[in-house]
């Protein structure tokens, strides 16, 4: 059976131009850190990806910190720090902070003390986007990096994180974006690399795939990519409506990621959703990937005000630049297919 991969925001199929960058780099011998000729063509490749980076987030290259993920790019601004923050903010900084910003029910957050405050730029889950305000301590811009136009310098934010791994880069590797002079406190430390923020030799391998994944990231944005993806977006649910009108579209009516659909089904569990479609070919998700797979009602969407049953009932269906119309009708008729079947037996 042929698989149809829906689950872009849980993670991204590797990129061509990554996977020939980090297949370059697998023939670098050097250590980063060293001084002789293959120690300097190592760190080329770091310092290489670091401005691709840079450039395709708005950003100084001194300020582009690498680490193993967004989630030590999170507990590297945040540990420490007394930041407020909602709800829904991805597991990786709700962690670090007490929840206690408020959401409205399309999942947007107010903020009125942005120097104390973290704020995501778009959630994983219902795509939802915000609005955030100048002077924002940090930002969790993971998955709107590389869908949405932003750049760091003109953002006003104290720091940004984002990951390889949802723009078409490889797992593993991630940044941390703080001008110099930042106050953060070190968790890994050793010999010095990263500028004394994070120790440890470089992911030259993983890192050369970022850099390469960020340009094309960034050329795909410019090129208008994503609003093909939109309109993709709108199609599937349209179609889901039009056949199923009892559904709920989470956070329709704000803005929202181009490619993200976050869809209640009354009285169908969103993981029996997930098993059926994944025997169906299709890849979807029940919400954020980050839970050791595990799936449980979402704390997202009760903060937006969902109830328990419906919190429990939703899934995640994420497009990609890859994705065709013709994809996205399947998956509309195997899923709708399916809810008619459970409604009828139910009935």
């Known amino acids: 059976m042929s698989r149809t991969y829906l689950d872009f925001n849980g993670t991204t199929p590797l990129r061509p131009e990554a996977r020939a960058a980090m297949i370059a780099a697998m023939d670098v011998v050097g250590n980063p850190s060293s001084v002789h000729a293959e120690g300097r063509k190592a760190k080329a490749i770091v310092e290489r990806a670091r401005a691709q980076i840079a450039a395709a987030m708005g950003a100084g290259e001194a300020d582009v910190i690498f680490t193993s993920g967004a989630t030590e790019a999170a507990a590297l601004a945040l540990s420490g720090r007394d ?3 909602a709800a829904v903010e991805h597991e990786a900084v709700a ?27 778009a959630n994983s889950e219902t795509g939802v986007v915000q609005d955030l305000p100048g002077g924002l301590a940090v930002s969790d811009v993971t998955q709107g990096f590389g ?31 703080m ?3 930042t106050d953060v406190v070190p968790m890994i430390r050793g010999g010095g690399q990263e ?17 390469a994944a960020a340009e094309a990231a960034a050329r795909d944005l410019a090129d208008g990519i994503w609003d093909r993806v939109a ?19 989470v956070g329709k009516g704000a803005t929202r990621l181009p490619n993200t659909t976050c869809v209640i089904a009354p009285g169908w569990k969103g993981e029996t959703q997930v098993m059926a479609m994944d025997l169906a070919g299709f890849a979807i998700s029940a919400g954020s990937a980050c839970s050791s797979g595990k799936v449980r009602e979402s704390r997202v969407l009760r903060a937006m ?8 009932q939703a899934i995640r269906v994420s497009l990609g630049p890859t994705t065709t119309e013709d994809e996205v009708m399947r998956f509309v008729r195997a899923w709708t297919s399916s809810y008619d079947k459970l409604r009828t037996r139910v009935a």
Do not use: Y
């Open 195 to 211: 500028m004394g923020w994070r120790a440890g030799t470089e992911n030259v391998i993983a890192i050369a795939g970022f850099g």
């Open 83 to 85: 930041l407020q923050g």
């Open 231 to 249: 309109q993709l977006r709108n199609i599937l649910e349209e179609a889901i409506e039009d056949r199923c009108p009892q559904t709920i579209f």
């Open 95 to 121: 962690a670090w902070i007490d929840p206690v910003l408020p959401v409205d029910s399309l999942g947007r957050v107010s903020v009125a003390e942005p120097e104390n405050a973290t704020l995501q730029l």
């Open 179 to 181: 001008p110099r002079g």
């Open 305 to 312: 005000g969902h109830d328990p049953d419906h919190s429990g």
């Open 147 to 177: 869908k949405l136009p932003f750049a760091f310098s003109w953002s006003g934010l104290g720091m940004a994180l984002a990951s390889a791994h949802k723009i078409g880069g490889p797992k593993g590797t991630g940044v941390l974006v």
